[in-house]
């Protein structure tokens, strides 16, 4: 990895995705305005119907790339059915995009644990109350329930929902893209056969 941080180096010389990674979503939390960590998650349901939308990465390294969610969701409902996902990325500021994809694990309830007790109790209680994906027949109905839950947990700790964890993508494929003149971009992709196998480095035409 250069000394820079990769910052103003040449990506497309780096051999090793995670470190590369690293340095984008830093690079990304400088200078994107919210959500450096904001990314499109792409699911499959029982019918290969596909379907998207934005999670927040809380944690990345060599075993793979990780979100939290409702497992009784949409999302979490397709992710359990097919145990694929894929990501993407996209960095406004820095005219970057990272996609990968893989196979999907259930992190461990130690580390979900240590994540949930992280959030904040506004948030703890939301998991509890929120059914997410599922009909709500008005916004009173969510009130109520966070109304319940809070005064359910108003001492102690609040324990982490049976139904709410965090998924590990796990993956094969980590394509690292940057604009440049003329549609000309700078495009390379780490794959592998297998997740822990080695990585297969491939410039691509834009
Ligand atoms: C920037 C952003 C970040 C989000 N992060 C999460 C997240 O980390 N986990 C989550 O369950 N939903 C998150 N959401 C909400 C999801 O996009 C989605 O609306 C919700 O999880 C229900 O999706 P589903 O019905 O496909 O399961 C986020 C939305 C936005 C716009």
């Not at 499109?40 to 939308?53: E, F, I, S």
């Not at 971009?185 to 480095?201: M, T, Y």
Request: glycine share 8%.
């Amino acid at each position: 990895m250069s000394e820079s941080g990769l910052t103003s180096g040449d990506f497309t010389e780096e051999n090793e995705p995670f470190a590369l990674f690293a340095s984008w979503l830093r690079d990304a939390e400088k200078s994107e305005p919210n959500d450096p960590t904001a990314v499109a998650l792409a699911t499959v349901d029982d019918h290969g119907m596909p379907n998207v939308r934005m999670v927040l990465l809380k944690g990345f390294d060599e075993h793979g790339f990780v979100f939290y969610t409702n497992f009784e969701s949409q999302k979490g409902r397709e992710v359990l059915g097919q145990k694929k996902a894929a990501m993407c990325f996209h960095w406004k500021s820095l005219r970057r995009q990272v996609r990968l994809r893989g196979e999907v694990g259930v992190v461990s309830d130690a580390e979900a644990d240590a994540y949930y007790a992280s959030r904040p109790r506004g948030s703890r209680i939301g998991a509890w109350a929120s059914k997410q994906s599922r009909p709500l027949e008005g916004r009173f109905a969510l009130e109520k329930a966070v109304a319940e839950y809070t005064a359910k947990y108003a001492i102690g700790e609040i324990p982490r929902p049976p139904y709410w964890s965090g998924f590990r993508i796990k993956p094969i494929s980590i394509e690292f893209w940057h604009d440049r003149q003329f549609r000309l971009h700078d495009r390379v992709e780490f794959r592998r056969a297998v997740a822990d196998g080695p990585w297969e480095k491939v410039r691509m035409y834009p």
